[in-house]
């Protein structure tokens, strides 16, 4: 019976010493360029979905997801779906684009994680609106917002 325990014991810890691989995290576009839209009252939001994804073996946990920059809430986000990833898996974060203003329109998104590749992501994200009518437009240059822009004032 004892060579049976010893043996099953050799067993189940024969992978015991192999080190997993740190959670990294990867976003599937960065920046996010949104282009150009009208700030015509009937367009409605544009919709975008964002796909965080750990690359790594061991479990990454998402410690916040938060946005500065919105000048002209134009923005709006749901989620992450998930706040924890294990190897392959992914979380997805809903966005919403809605100028009112013509101009340009920068954010960043800051995720904080235990990634061992990037402790804080930061994803630029932009548009740019234009008044009704408007056939020929430049896209925007996304640019990280300086950490001293501030954000609008929602009602």
Known sequence: MRRVVLALLFVLCAGCD???DPPEIWIDI???????????SDAGPYHFDLQLINSGEERLVLESVTYRGDQNCAFTFEGPDLWEMGENESSFIRGWYEPVVAGDDQIAMDI???ADNFPTLVVPICGRAVPPGTEDADLPDCQVPPPDQPDCESP
Do not use: D, K, T
């Open 18 to 20: 192999e080190e997993l």
């Open 30 to 40: 960065s920046p996010v360029n949104l282009g150009v839209h009208s700030i015509a």
């Open 112 to 114: 904080v994680s235990n």
